[in-house]
């Protein structure tokens, strides 16, 4: 199935409030493990994400979690992590990865099984990538934190090259500007983050290009690439839910 139907189809399922299926590592877990190990060398989004969500003795959940490979960092020093994820085998391999300190629990971003105002920080990687389409699992992100609490949403940078370039090669039809639009109109503080990518060797790299983008856009990225390594941006977007209180004038 090429990209762009799998990102009708994400759209669509998220409408109806469907677990929304991973087109990557519900299908290659380990290829997406490499990928995991090769992002954000140099921890640049762990930076932003500590200047404005900080987790720190937080009780905190990371929804779409996968297999876990993100919840021991949180776990370093947060009060409590949860993860949330709909794909049972990807639920089994993080509550695998974390035994009993970490909570992993099935469910979708749509309809998360935890009480109202019950975490200080949502964390969703790749998770709302499209914008338009997940305005319920932000409604339930708003519903589990209390006031003052924070939603963290981590995503690709469409419109920056490379990296970029290759996704809007595979999804023409995703715009964006739109994206952009959608997050600021819903509230979000925008924060650009420029990291590395860094591979092991050619082979680990080829694997996670390969589930990552259609034949030809991963031939052409392929091409692209002499090294180990390259520029990925991203973009953290953050909200903070209203605390309630009036501050006196």
């Known amino acids: 199935m090429g990209l762009v139907s799998r990102a009708g189809r994400r759209l669509a399922a998220s409408a109806r409030g469907d677990a929304v299926p ?27 994400l500590a ?15 996968g297999d876990g490979f993100h919840l021991p960092r949180f776990a370093e020093s947060a009060r409590s992590v949860t993860g949330v994820e709909p794909h049972p085998p990807l639920v089994a391999r993080a509550q695998a990865r974390v035994g009993d300190r970490i909570e992993v629990v099935a469910g979708s971003a749509q ?30 992100a708003d519903r589990v934190l209390r006031p003052g609490g924070v939603l963290a949403v981590v995503d690709l940078d469409l419109a920056r090259s490379p990296y970029g370039g290759w996704l809007r090669a595979d999804l023409p039809n ?9 997050f600021d109109i ?23 290009l390969r589930i990552e983008f259609s ?10 690439m002499t090294g180990l390594s390259f520029p990925v941006a991203y973009v953290v977007r953050v909200r903070r ?8 004038g």
Do not use: M
């Open 174 to 182: 995703v715009s964006p500007h739109e994206i952009e639009k959608f």
């Open 51 to 65: 200047e404005h969500a900080p987790w720190q003795g937080k009780d905190v959940l990371d929804v779409g979690c």
């Open 22 to 48: 991973s087109p990557n590592i519900w299908h290659w877990p380990e290829t997406y493990e490499i990928e995991n190990r090769a992002q954000d060398v140099h921890g640049d989004i762990w930076r932003v």
């Open 215 to 224: 034949k030809a856009v991963a031939k052409r990225a392929l091409a692209q």
């Open 241 to 248: 839910k209203p605390s309630g209180l009036v501050v006196p």
């Open 111 to 140: 309809r998360l099984p935890l009480p109202d105002a019950s975490i200080d920080v949502v964390h969703a990687r790749t998770a709302y990538f499209f914008g338009p389409g997940c305005e319920p699992g932000l409604a339930e």
């Open 186 to 208: 819903k509230g979000f503080d925008r924060h650009a983050v420029d990291t590395t990518w860094r591979f092991e060797d050619r082979a680990a790299l080829e694997s996670v």
